[in-house]
């Protein structure tokens, strides 16, 4: 991908997830935002994006993070939010076992702890291998957690599952979890 797109998409996710309001753009039920109000903010702010642009960058981002609305006019993060934001998802049976990735030095504090949300509103889990290593690389050696989702699921735990794949709990105790390999 191109280096304008990566900052595009750079933009969005900082905008549509952490800090809408440093472009004056408030975010909608849902999480939604009018995409010609997003289109004027961003030019107001110095950061231009055409609809083409736009468009193109939603269809073509690699981790699915943005999506429209049926009519097109409204835009969205699907998940990974900082600011406080209902995303309107129904709880889900999820698969039986789900993978986190993570940095190798992580580990210890995730076996004693579990995984922990921190700063977003929930853990984030894939249903392959490869995804979670791949998230896991982004914070170093990567080592994945196999996550016993359907234990957690018959113990109360609710999942849910954004638009583009990633389910979503608001923690996973150390008891579910098991290292890959």
Known sequence: ?????VKVSKYLSKHLRHSPERIALVLQVGGWVEVDKLLAACNKNGFAISR??????V????KKRFSFDSTGQLIRANQGHSVEVDLQLEP???PSILYHGT?????ESILETGLLKMSRHHVHLSENIETATNVGARHGKPLVFIVDAVKMYEDGYVFYCSDNGVWLVDN??????KING
């Open 1 to 5: 991908m191109n280096n304008r797109v």
């Open 52 to 57: 083409e642009e736009l468009d193109f960058v």
């Open 59 to 62: 269809a073509n981002n690699d």
């Open 92 to 94: 889900r049976l999820p």
């Open 103 to 107: 940095g190798r030095q992580y580990v």
């Open 172 to 177: 996973v105790p150390p008891q579910y979890l």
